[in-house]
């Protein structure tokens, strides 16, 4: 069974529900609305419209302390359902208050182990606006990594081209390398040759 690190779970968990929504602040903490939730599925409808809110835990005494706390209740005023989510096997459903749902994390993928209620709550507007600025936040970290990315495209393909002119250079190099060798070895020869006629010369 593989071992998971809290965001990492909780990443899995966003892709699998396909929502970018991660770490959310629900309000501002002048509202006294301190908590984050790991994970924010919203469901795009208007008839059905839903937010499910996804608790992430690894380990059992997180779980329980936040069940000996009552820290999870502070969650259901800003959704319609709330999910405990975890590595499988690692929490009884029975074990899940019943105001909760359960979804774990095995070998295969997410399965979700226990339904959480539907609570008709008419969520609140700093939560709606946290939603907005998550979402707002994303997108302009998306077009700063893109901005990276094509910066990095640019240097990458510069690159080549660099490395593609220093080829010819060098093939040039060695060419002309071969040349002057050759030219060398001419010039040795004859040179031989003229010293040695030179000197038959100065003996007659």
Not at 35 to 51: G, L, W, Y
Not at 85 to 95: Q, V
Request: charged share 30%; proline share 4%; with cysteine.
């Amino acid at each position: 069974m593989k071992t998971w690190q809290h965001d990492e779970l909780a990443q899995d968990l966003g892709d699998n529900k396909e929502t970018g929504f991660l770490d959310v602040p629900l309000g501002s903490v002048v509202m006294h609305h301190s908590q984050r939730a790991d994970v924010v599925e919203v469901k795009p409808s208007f008839t059905r419209f839903c937010i499910s809110i996804y608790e992430v835990k690894i380990s059992r005494a997180d779980f329980q302390s936040d069940i000996r706390s009552g820290k999870w209740l502070g969650y259901l005023p800003h959704c319609h359902r709330f999910y405990f989510a975890c590595p499988s096997g690692m929490i009884n459903k029975n074990e899940v208050p019943p105001g909760a749902g359960l979804i774990v994390r095995g070998d295969k993928g997410w399965t979700t182990v226990k339904a959480a209620p539907v609570m008709k709550n008419e969520i609140p507007t700093e939560t709606m606006m946290a939603l907005i600025f998550s979402r707002q936040r994303e997108n302009w970290y998306d077009k700063k990594r893109n901005r990276v990315f094509a910066v990095r495209r640019s240097y990458t393909a510069n690159r080549k081209y660099m490395y593609k002119a220093l080829g010819k250079e060098i093939g040039d190099a060695l060419r002309n390398r071969d040349e002057y060798l050759r030219n060398k070895k001419y010039y040795e020869k004859y040179e031989e040759l003229y010293w040695k006629l030179q000197n038959e010369h100065r003996g007659r």
